[in-house]
C-alpha cells in the first residue's frame, strides 16, 4: 500500500507559477512511475504528466509541454510538478498517483488532490 499526500496548490495569476508536491509513504517510492493527472469541474480526470521510477523518463499532455516540469526525488520519497506560464484552463483539482503511466486506469494508488486556482 503507497499513501500519497498532495500539497503546494493555491491561487496564482495568469502567468504566474506554483510547484505542487506530492510525498509518498508506504512501500518502496522508488519501485513506481509516478503521475499527476488533473479533473476541472464538469470535466473528467485528465494525464498531465508522468515520470518514471529513475526519473529518466517523462511524459506529458500537450496542452502543458514547455510549461510544467515534472521530477522526482527519490530520497524524500517526493514527487513536484513545476507549473510555469499558468493558464485559467489550468485550474482543476490535482492529483498524485503511484504505479501507472499514461491513463487512468493504469494507476493503482491516488493522493486526495489538491486545487489550483488561476485567476487574475
Known amino acids: 500500500q503507497v499513501q500519497l499526500v498532495e500539497s503546494g496548490g493555491g491561487l496564482a495569476q495568469p502567468g504566474g507559477s506554483l510547484r505542487l508536491s506530492c510525498v509518498a509513504s508506504?512501500?518502496?517510492?522508488?519501485?513506481?512511475?509516478m503521475g499527476w493527472f488533473r479533473q476541472a469541474p464538469g470535466k473528467e480526470r485528465e494525464f498531465v504528466a508522468a515520470?518514471?521510477?529513475?526519473?529518466?523518463?517523462?511524459l506529458y499532455e500537450d496542452s502543458v509541454k514547455g510549461r510544467f516540469t515534472i521530477s522526482r526525488d527519490n530520497a524524500k520519497n517526493t514527487v513536484y510538478l513545476q507549473m510555469n506560464s499558468l493558464k485559467p484552463e489550468d485550474t482543476a483539482v490535482y492529483y498524485c498517483?503511484?504505479?501507472?503511466?499514461?491513463?487512468?486506469?493504469?494507476?493503482?494508488?491516488w493522493g486526495q488532490g489538491t486545487q489550483v486556482t488561476v485567476s487574475s
Open positions: 498517483a503511484a504505479d501507472g503511466w499514461s491513463t487512468y486506469a493504469q494507476y493503482s494508488y
Open positions: 508506504g512501500r518502496t517510492f522508488s519501485a513506481y512511475n
Open positions: 515520470i518514471s521510477q529513475n526519473g529518466g523518463t517523462t
